[in-house]
C-alpha cells in the first residue's frame, strides 16, 4: 500500500558510487540497507543514483550476473542506475544509463541505449566541456577538482543559469557540507566517501546525508558526525 503522506521527491539526490569489494556475498545486503534508508525518507519518490565503476567488465558469468542483479535491485526501488565507461555493460545489465569520461562517446551511448538511456559526461572543472556535453545531448554533468577536492559554486550557479540539466559534485563530501552544494543550487551530491566510511554504517550515512540536505532546504543548519 503506498504511503499517502508521502509527498514529491527531494530537490537533490545522493550519488554513490560503488566500492571495489562489490563482489563480495555481502554486498547486496548493503545494498539493502541503504535502500530502507532511503525509503525510509518523506517523499514518494526518489532523485538518487548509484554508479558501478570497474577497472574492466566482468569477465565471468557470475560476475555478469551479479551486475544484473544489482541494477535490477537498484531499478526496483526507484533509484537510478548506471555505469561508468561502459556502455556494452550497461546495455547487457538493462542499466539506465552510463556517466562517461569522453564526450566523443556520448553519441555512440545514445545510439546503443536509445533515447531513454541517462547519460551523463565527467568535466571536471570546464565550462567549455560542459557546454560541449549539452551540445552533445549529455542529460547530466559531473563537475571535480581532482587538486583540491572542494568545488566552486561559481561553476554551479553558471550550470543553472545555462540549463535545466542536472549536475553532480564529486568530492569527498560529508554530512556538514551538503549545505554548501545545496544552497549552490547543485542536483546531486557525491555521498561515497561519507556512506561508505561512516563509523555507524551506511545506513546511518545515508540518514546523514539525507537529513543535511533536507535541513538545508528548509532553512536550518546542524551537525554531523
Known amino acids: 500500500m503506498t504511503d499517502q503522506t508521502k509527498k514529491g521527491a527531494p530537490d537533490c539526490g545522493l550519488y554513490l558510487i560503488l566500492p571495489q569489494d562489490w563482489t563480495s556475498p555481502d554486498f547486496l545486503k548493503y545494498l539493502r540497507d541503504i535502500f ?31 551486475v544484473h542483479a ?6 526496483s526501488q526507484g533509484v537510478v542506475f548506471v555505469v561508468s565507461n561502459d556502455v556494452a555493460l550497461a546495455n547487457a545489465v538493462g542499466a539506465d544509463g552510463v556517466m562517461l569520461n569522453n564526450i566523443d562517446d556520448v553519441e555512440n551511448a545514445r545510439t546503443i541505449l536509445g533515447d531513454d538511456a541517462i547519460i ?12 560541449a556535453a549539452l551540445d552533445a545531448g549529455a542529460d547530466y554533468v559531473s563537475f ?13 550557479h ?3 543559469l545555462k540549463t535545466d540539466n542536472p549536475c553532480l559534485v564529486e568530492a569527498n563530501i560529508t554530512a ?7 544552497d549552490a543550487g547543485v542536483d546531486f551530491i557525491d555521498s561515497s566517501h561519507y556512506v561508505w566510511s561512516h563509523p555507524d554504517g551506511v545506513m546511518q550515512g545515508i540518514v546523514n546525508m539525507m537529513d543535511a540536505i533536507n535541513e538545508t532546504l528548509h532553512g536550518r543548519i546542524r551537525q554531523y558526525h
Open 176 to 182: 556538514n557540507d551538503c549545505a554548501f552544494y545545496v
Open 36 to 66: 530502507r534508508a532511503i525509503n525510509a525518507s518523506p517523499f514518494e519518490k526518489n532523485a538518487h543514483v548509484i554508479e558501478l565503476r570497474l577497472d574492466e567488465s566482468p569477465k565471468t558469468k557470475d560476475g555478469l550476473e551479479i
Open 70 to 75: 544489482m541494477a535490477a535491485l537498484t531499478k
Open 158 to 160: 553558471w550550470w543553472q
Open 144 to 156: 571535480y577538482d581532482g587538486a583540491r577536492g572542494h568545488i566552486d559554486p561559481a561553476i554551479i
Open 120 to 131: 551523463g559526461l565527467r568535466c571536471g572543472l570546464s565550462r567549455r566541456m560542459a557546454s
